[in-house]
């Protein structure tokens, strides 16, 4: 994405262009499964509603956690980051799930494997942010990876049967 000049923000680090592409991928996904564990917190049915219904909660809440600061990451290393839902539906790889009616451990596994990809996205963030000598991104994602992960590991075990 090109910089606006009066966006130009300076920076001694080499190839942060390649960062902010997987910062900004990264980013997007986060706001897609962000509405997704919210759309599956409202929807969700069933004995195990409760449990289901926090659980959700407080993983969108993670997630939304973590926008600001990618979005952040994007901007202190020169480069300019997400400005509308549009932008998102145009870089989300992450699958929007509007269906009428989903079973909760459907619900489940489906957030487990966004979340994994989420895990994957952060993985291209490593990569691209240690080739840039981009330290402090290399430094921050692995929080990031760390509660995907977490999340991912609570959607498989409130599913096991
Ligand atoms: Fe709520």
Known sequence: MAVNPALDTPTDLPNTRSVADALNA?????YALYLKTKNFHWHVSGPHFRDYHLLLDDQAAQILGV???IAERV???GNVTLRSIGDIGRRQTIVDNDKDFVEPQAMLKELRDDNLKLVEDFRAVKDASEAAKDNATSGIVDDWTDQAEERAWFLFEASRK
Do not use: F, I
């Open 75 to 77: 901007r202190k290393t």
């Open 67 to 69: 926008t600001d600061a």
């Open 26 to 30: 990264a980013l997007a996904n986060c």
